[in-house]
Every structure is written in C-alpha cells, then in structure tokens.
C-alpha cells in the first residue's frame, strides 16, 4: 500500500509568483486535506477536497486555491506569493468515514525569496 | 472555536527516564483528541487517537496518553525514552459534531530531545 505522496520536496520562488504543489493521496483514500506550517508552529488548516469539490476552508485568502482529480490526487495553487508563505505545505488523506485518521505526507518546504 | 495549548515548547530528558508532554485544549463542546510525531524532515505520524470510551489510549512506540474531560487535558505519556523519540510532537483536537474527517487544529508542538 502506497502512503501519502508529495512533490516537489523543495521549491524556491520569489514574491509576486505563482506556484503549484502536487499530493498523491494513499490508496483508497477519497478526502484530501492541505496544511501549512510555518517555522516553529503548529500545522494550520488550509482546506479540504471531498470528491472533486472543497468541503471546508481555513482562515486563509482566496490566493490560495486547490484542485482534486478523479483519482483523488489533489492540487493546492497559490498566486502572488508573499515572504509569509514560506513554510512546509502538508497534505493529508483520509477515508470519508468516521475512523478520523489523517495520513499525512512528507511536504512540500516552500521558500518565498 | 476549538484550541489547543502545549505548555511546553522544548522537554529534555535523559535516556530511560520517563516523559510527559502536556496538552491542554478548549472546547465547548466535546473533541475527538490526536497525538502526532513529526521527526526532521518528515511529515507527521499519528501516535495515538481519543475519540470514545477508555480514557487511557495505548498508542505505537509505547506511547499513552489520558483524556480527563474536567481539566480539558490529553497528556502525552511515555515511561523510558529512547534516543530514537527525539522528534516534535503535536497535540491536535477535531469537531466529533461534524461528519467526515473534520480539521485537526494542531497546538504548537512540544520539542522532545532525549539525552544520551
């Protein structure tokens, strides 16, 4: 069984660009959900896809967007980066049923320049 | 809105001694309780889960922990240390009201560093 994926490891972008981070969900897996953790805190809810659609979003601003494809791997996009959005991005799967457990992948360590 | 304190930030402890992380979190209503270790350069591990029943949950690497509902604490617990625990360790909370897999709200972790 394949676990939660992620791509790139790392990636260095200057203010003002667009960029794009990939998440292959664990097999079976129909609910993926996005995190950011920034530099000696704790992860912070983004968003989640359920079934292709968003199923709940965290305090965060429309520059951050996502996408989930029919075989559940999922997308998350942010526009106009800003030096705030340096952190590690966490993607996590899970089953849609009550079990609660979220697979969480290795991330994605984005530095805004 | 749920939250989740740490108390500590940073706990030391020799090798073989026993450790506790503390969590505390605020809710209104009643959680579903997480306890995750993230080690350098990796995503996070779920050690244990409370969502029901017993208040001591056994989780992986000898790991247990305590949901005590009055004092709104889920203490992390562990006996003897072993070098290889070294890593940060979070407490995180969710809405049992919600249906599916609601968000984690995660405190800000507890830097465990066992000493040789």
């Known amino acids: 069984e394949t676990g939660v994926t992620q791509s790139p490891t790392h990636l260095i972008k200057t203010r003002g660009q667009q960029v794009t981070l990939r998440c292959s969900s664990q097999?079976?897996?129909?609910?993926v959900s996005w995190y950011q953790q920034a530099l000696g805190q704790g992860p912070q809810f983004i968003f989640q896809y359920y079934r292709e659609e968003e199923n709940g979003r965290g305090n965060f601003p429309p520059r951050f967007s996502g996408l989930q494809f029919p075989n559940y791997s999922s997308e998350l996009n942010v526009n106009a980066l800003e030096l705030d959005d340096s952190a590690l991005y966490l993607c996590?799967?899970?089953?849609?049923?009550?079990?609660?457990?979220?697979?969480f992948g290795p991330g994605t360590r984005l530095t805004v320049l | 809105a749920q939250s989740v304190t740490q108390l500590d930030s940073q706990v030391p402890v020799f090798e073989e001694a026993p450790v506790e992380l503390r969590c505390n979190y605020s809710s209104s209503v009643s959680v579903y309780l997480f306890w995750y270790v993230q080690y350098p350069n990796q995503g996070l591990q779920l050690l244990l889960k409370?969502?029901?029943?017993?208040?001591l949950v056994k989780g992986i690497n000898g790991f247990e922990a305590e949901f005590n509902k009055s004092q709104t604490s889920f203490h992390l617990r562990k006996p003897s240390v072993h070098i290889s625990d070294t890593a940060e360790y979070f407490c995180?909370?969710?809405?049992?009201?919600?249906?599916?897999?609601?968000?984690?709200?995660f405190g800000k972790g507890t830097r465990l560093s066992v000493i040789a």
């Open positions: 097999s079976g897996h129909n609910t």
């Open positions: 996590a799967s899970s089953l849609s049923s009550g079990m609660r457990e979220q697979f």
């Open positions: 409370y969502l029901s029943g017993s208040t």
């Open positions: 995180a909370v969710s809405d049992p009201r919600l249906s599916g897999n609601t968000p984690l709200v």
